[in-house]
């Protein structure tokens, strides 16, 4: 029997049907989809050795329609973009961004999200990505006033005016608190404003939360963190987590996650305990098993997310990564950001029932400010 995948219509053949049971998936070996056999009675009676072919038959089309609504959706992601255009990118967005003294920075950063983002496939349609750089620099004006400012006035206008070492070091501990309210709100804004640009078969993503929710747990959590010596930071890493998930929407659907500190917990206080002797690498065994955990546990509707990431393939990637910057001096960068992309993805799938018709538009427009504060206060905020 013949057959071909249904994506990049590669050809295959099994030699014996016999072997075929009543429903059987596989993988094509060149583009990684995924698809399933079914067999109908008269295939299943055919195939039959024994004389209950009639029993076989219908156990073989009940089986099949059960089968199909269990396998057929288990959907995966793909990344088809190369080093070598985003490479080109880079060099025209240097030179662009030297040649304006920094202004092009922000349609910069546009291209490059565009890029990637369009290269990202899922169920047969790609992602697009629909910010602009104009609305970058206003959220960049915009973050100089809400932010830059009040932050320099405290740090440097009381040295200039010669104020006392009592008020100056107050307007200093005041400037950093600034900065512990600015970083949770940076990131709810940042989040809001790239998901609100996000968008896949026309439906885009969103964000919804309240900014002060968020701060009170973002310092709440530090807060214990520090008070018990880093052993509430499992706790507070999965509600952060929970937190900007289950506010995430794909148009009218939202995004749930259902994880607990305590199952971070014992890995985290191991890997402290091996970090003297395993010289740091340990830590990419954390990363990796931190991946699978918030990815196994985020769900949309009646379907849930599933990363196959391992600590072993994370290491090899950093090491190939690494010796692939150091070799180039630092020029293989663009297929580094590609090597990534495509290795999180390659790991990446959805997982059960979806009725992606039944997804609708839900507008929710957002400012970039957040966006480019994120950039600056590095809070580590993406798409993800």
């Not at 038959?57 to 070598?84: D, K, N, V, Y």
């Not at 005041?174 to 990131?187: D, E, K």
């Not at 749930?256 to 690498?281: A, E, K, N, V």
């Amino acid at each position: 029997m013949r057959y071909t995948c249904h994506k990049c219509r590669t050809g295959y053949r099994m030699r014996a049907e016999r072997t075929l049971r009543q429903l059987s998936t596989g993988t094509c070996g060149k583009c990684g989809s995924r698809f399933a056999f079914f067999v109908s009675p008269e295939v299943s009676q055919e195939a039959s050795s024994s004389g209950d072919e009639s029993h076989d038959s219908e156990h073989s089309a009940q089986g099949s329609e059960q089968s199909l609504h269990r396998h057929e959706i288990s959907s995966r992601f793909f990344f088809h973009g190369t080093g070598g255009p985003l490479f080109g990118i880079y060099v025209v967005n240097i030179f662009l961004t030297l040649l304006s003294l920094g202004l092009y920075y922000f349609w910069a950063k546009v291209r490059v999200r565009r890029y990637l983002l369009s290269h990202i496939e899922f169920r047969e349609d790609r992602f697009a990505y629909l910010g602009t750089g104009k609305e970058m620099l206003k959220g960049f004006l915009k973050a100089v006033l809400v932010f830059g400012i009040p932050y320099a006035v405290l740090v440097f206008v009381p040295g200039w005016v010669g104020a006392s070492g009592v008020v100056q070091a107050g307007a200093f501990f005041l400037a950093q608190g600034l900065i512990l309210v600015f970083i949770p709100s940076t990131m709810v804004s940042a989040r809001r404003y790239r998901l609100s640009r996000l968008s896949w078969r026309g439906i885009r993503f969103s964000f919804r939360a309240r900014r002060g929710e968020f701060v009170r747990l973002y310092l709440k959590g530090w807060l214990l963190t520090l008070l018990t010596l880093g052993a509430y930071y499992p706790f507070f890493d999965v509600k952060r987590q929970a937190f900007l998930v289950s506010h995430s929407f794909v148009g009218n659907q939202p995004f749930r996650f259902d994880g607990h500190g305590w199952d971070l917990s014992p890995s985290l206080f191991t890997t402290c305990l091996l970090t003297p002797f395993t010289l740091g690498l340990c830590w990419l065994w954390y990363m990796a098993k931190r991946q699978r955990y918030f990815w196994d546990h985020t769900a949309c509707a009646a379907a849930h997310f599933r990363s196959t990431v391992t600590g072993r393939l994370l290491l090899n990637l950093k090491a190939e990564n690494l010796l692939l910057l150091v070799l180039t001096l630092g020029l293989a960068g663009p297929w580094v950001a590609v090597r990534n992309l495509r290795f999180f993805l390659t790991h990446l799938s959805l997982e059960g029932p979806q009725d992606l018709d039944r997804l609708l538009q839900e507008a929710h427009d957002a400012t970039p400010t957040g966006d480019v504060l994120a950039d600056f206060l590095d809070t580590g905020v993406d798409l993800g």
